[in-house]
């Protein structure tokens, strides 16, 4: 498979595509350049844990993007990666994940797919205002993840089996147009609403994990920075990053 707007490596298996594209950006290497992996034995989530899918049972993809956004902009580049997998995940399936802020596209049945991004804004090559960020979604295509994760895959909540290649073909179209809009204030507003729409997360009652120990309350919105807005005991709190535990209404057990 090819796509005129990406350069797009294949892998039948490497540690990360995440660390090989930021070692590629470290060494020059132009944005929209694409790795895709079969399997990937060091593959990470949050918090650096171990995540090791079956062969092509899941969509393994990262994507090295240098568009010019501020650093209190950097986020989006993560954001239009989600919800291009959210899209994609509808027109394959039929069915549409939302997004658990920060990273999380979910259905009511589990977790489908997590992303994770890092960026070097010293690594040369790129146009300059611009930062090399690399963005890595894994997305279950018909492997709902290892026991007691709480994710689940598309075929088991659409009862349709996707593919790899027509999925990121999916995600790829998905995600030009996206990356298009960063170049524009109004673009970049636009993506910050659809961020909006998507998130479950706001009008949940949640727990945040921070550094510093733990905060509940009510999801209640996303600032201009796409930091978490939870209203708490302590007032209105802005998280910049943290794990996030959705609560069921007067319960404190976890909800995915």
């Given at each position: ?41 060091a593959g990470r989530g949050?918090l650096d844990r171990r ?135 109004q673009g970049r507003r ?67």
């Amino acid at each position: 498979m090819t796509h005129d707007a990406f350069e797009i490596e294949w892998f039948e298996e490497i540690g990360s595509t995440n660390t090989y594209l930021m070692e590629r950006a470290r060494g020059g290497s132009p944005g929209r350049q694409v790795a895709v992996a079969d399997f990937q034995s060091a593959g990470r989530g949050r918090l650096d844990r171990r995540w090791e899918a079956p062969p092509r049972s899941a969509l393994l993809v990262s994507v090295l993007v240098r568009e010019q956004l501020a650093p209190e902009e950097l986020y989006l580049a993560t954001a239009v990666v989600a919800l291009s997998g959210a899209a994609a995940a509808e027109r394959a399936s039929g069915a549409r994940p939302g997004l658990k802020w920060p990273n999380d596209l979910i259905f009511e049945q589990g977790k489908v797919a997590g992303i994770l991004a890092e960026a070097d804004p010293t690594a040369p090559g790129g146009r300059p205002g611009t930062t090399a960020v690399v963005i890595g979604m894994g997305m279950n295509l018909t492997w709902p993840g290892p026991p007691g994760v709480g994710g689940t895959s598309l075929l088991d909540v659409s009862g349709t089996t996707v593919e790899r290649d027509q999925m990121l073909a999916l995600f790829l179209d998905e995600l030009d147009g996206r990356l298009e809009l960063l170049g524009s204030s109004q673009g970049r507003r636009g993506i910050l609403a659809e961020v909006e729409r998507s998130l479950v997360t706001i009008g949940q009652e949640v727990l945040v994990e921070l550094a510093t120990g733990q905060v509940r309350g009510q999801a209640t919105g996303l600032s201009p920075e796409g930091f978490l807005l939870v209203e708490s005991d302590d007032g209105i709190i802005e998280v910049a990053a943290g794990d996030i535990v959705h609560l069921r209404p007067a319960d404190p057990g976890p909800q995915v």
